[in-house]
Every structure is written in C-alpha cells, then in structure tokens.
Antibody, heavy 118, light 107 residues
Framework: QVQLQESGPGLVKPSETLSLTCAVSSYSISSGLYWGWIRQSPGKGLEWIGS???????YINPSLKSRVTISVDTSKNQFSLKLSSVTAADTAVYYC???????????WGQGTLVTVSS | EIVMTQSPATLSVSPGERATLSCRAS??????LVWYQQKPGQAPRLLIYGASTRATGIPARFSGSGSGTEFTLTISSLQSEDFAVYYC?????????FGGGTKVEIK
C-alpha cells in the first residue's frame, strides 16, 4: 500500500526558506493523482497548503500563495514544498498526503515538526 | 473561503455510549465533506467521504450524515480506540478548509 514520508530540517531561522520533501513508495506519482501538503499548528489547526499533479499543475492556498512553491520529481517519485520568508507562525507539523477521490487526503505521511526560531 | 465550525470542542462520553459530533459550513458545500480521526502523535485518518460513505476498513459504528451546511458524525457505541480528535474538511470550494476539531474524551 502507498506510503509517504516527509523529510527536511526540523529547525528553520526566521526569514529563511523552509524546504521539505515527501517520498512516495509503493505507488507511482505519475499514476495521475494529486499530492498535497497540509500543516497543523496549535494556533490554526489543520491548514491545507497546496496540491500538485504529476504534470506539475498546482493549486495553492491563496493565504500562502506568495510564499509557497510546490514541485514534483517523477524520476525520484517524490514531491517538495518550499515556504519562503518564514516566521514563528509557520511553526507546525507538516504533512504530505495523497489526494484521494475528489479532493480529500488518504493516506497521510507521519508528519514532520518544523520549528521556526533563531 | 468557507469556514468550517465544529462543535462541541470537547465531548466527554463513556465507553459504549453514543457520540454525536457536529460540523457546520459557512456556506453550502453540498455533500462534499469528509471526516478524519486523529490520535495523539499520529496523522489524520480518513473515516467518511461524501458526507456519509465510510472509507475502506472503517467500522460500521461510524456514520456520517448531512448536506448543505450541517453535518453530523455519529459513533454509535464508543470503543476505547475511538477516543481521539475528529476533524471535518470541505472539498466543495478552493481553498480546501478544515474544522477546528472535536476531542472525544473518556467520561
């Protein structure tokens, strides 16, 4: 069954860029589905960041659009998130997930905590 | 953006009892709503999609209902493994949005 695993630095300095990668196993990203990033912070609960198709087409949350880049690497069967100009408000657990059905997420990766602090 | 409001924030229920959780949308989302369950230290798990269809492997004690702006998740007889936080998510409009969650705790 499909598995997703997030990876990246757990600590990012304010004003820098947060970079995470989601490795997908037991399923080809090129099979045609969308893949998403969601974050969870104590202050804002669950927040959808954006989704990407293997073709590169993306949908990004307008509240983050100016700072978010999502990309896909089909050769490595993974997709990535970059969030620029981070502040403490971007401290959260970041999840990657497969978009299932019309537009929900199943399954999810285990999540990775990213703390923004100097 | 569509705002999803869940109530109550916390629900105290005894094992074996019924739990009823509510999710309200700020505008109609038709039946484009899912429910997730999240246990401490784990990622959310899909329970219900299309407002009322159980996901694969989800026990029959979980049921969803509603359409438009009012939705309900019912757990007919709470088991020990059901104590968790439950979230709704709408997928009728961009951006996708989640409710703030209902924590179901042991009474």
């Amino acid at each position: 069954q499909v598995q997703l695993q997030e990876s990246g630095p757990g600590l990012v300095k304010p004003s820098e860029t947060l970079s995470l990668t989601c490795a997908v196993s037991s399923y080809s990203i090129s099979s045609g589905l969308y893949w998403g990033w969601i974050r969870q912070s104590p202050g804002k609960g669950l927040e959808w960041i954006g989704s990407i198709h293997h073709s590169g087409r993306t949908y990004i949350n307008p509240s983050l659009k100016s700072r978010v880049t999502i990309s896909v690497d089909t050769s490595k069967n993974q997709f990535s998130l970059k969030l620029s100009s981070v502040t403490a408000a971007d401290t959260a657990v970041y999840y990657c997930a497969r978009r299932d059905g019309i537009n929900w997420f199943d399954p999810w990766g285990q999540g990775t905590l990213v703390t923004v602090s100097s | 953006e569509i705002v999803m409001t869940q109530s109550p924030a916390t629900l105290s229920v005894s094992p074996g009892e019924r739990a009823t959780l509510s999710c309200r949308a700020s505008q109609s989302v038709s039946s484009n709503l899912v429910w997730y369950q999240q246990k401490p230290g784990q990622a959310p798990r899909l329970l219900i999609y299309g407002a009322s269809t159980r996901a694969t492997g989800i026990p029959a004690r979980f049921s969803g209902s509603g359409s438009g702006t009012e939705f309900t998740l019912t757990i007919s007889s709470l088991q020990s493994e059901d104590f968790a936080v439950y979230y709704c998510q709408q997928y009728n409009n961009w951006p996708l949005t989640f409710g703030g969650g209902t924590k179901v705790e042991i009474k």
